[in-house]
Each structure stands twice: as C-alpha cells, then as structure tokens.
C-alpha cells in the first residue's frame, strides 16, 4: 500500500507542475489559467488526502502491534 501511495502522490505532484504552466500570469482567472489553478488546487487536496491515508495506515499499524 504504501507503494501504491507513493505513486499516487508523484502523479499528484506531476499534475501540479503540469498545471503551473497553464498559468497566464496577466489574466489568472480566465481560460487556460482557470482550469490550471483548478487542477492545482485539486492536485493539493489529493496530496493531502493521501498523506492523511498513509499516516493513519502507521498509526493502525501501531495500535496493532501493541
């Protein structure tokens, strides 16, 4: 699982810089550039969700083992 994870999180990461390119920064809220700082804030919740799933597979791994 915590390869699966990983993955996950580089392909989050990857998104992230892919998106940074389609910003304009002279009109950041239209066209292209929208749909970049969707992508980029779509691509940080997944990192923080997956970072949260693997955090509470180590505590659930603790607990089991005490």
Known sequence: MKIFTSILIVL???L???NITLLDF???FTGDSLVGLIG???SFCAVF???????SKMIEEKTKNN
Do not use: E, H, V
Request: proline residues 0%.
């Open 49 to 55: 969700i997956l970072l949260i799933f693997r955090m």
């Open 12 to 14: 989050a990461l990857a």
């Open 16 to 18: 992230i810089i892919f």
């Open 26 to 28: 002279d009109s950041l």
């Open 40 to 42: 980029i804030a779509a």
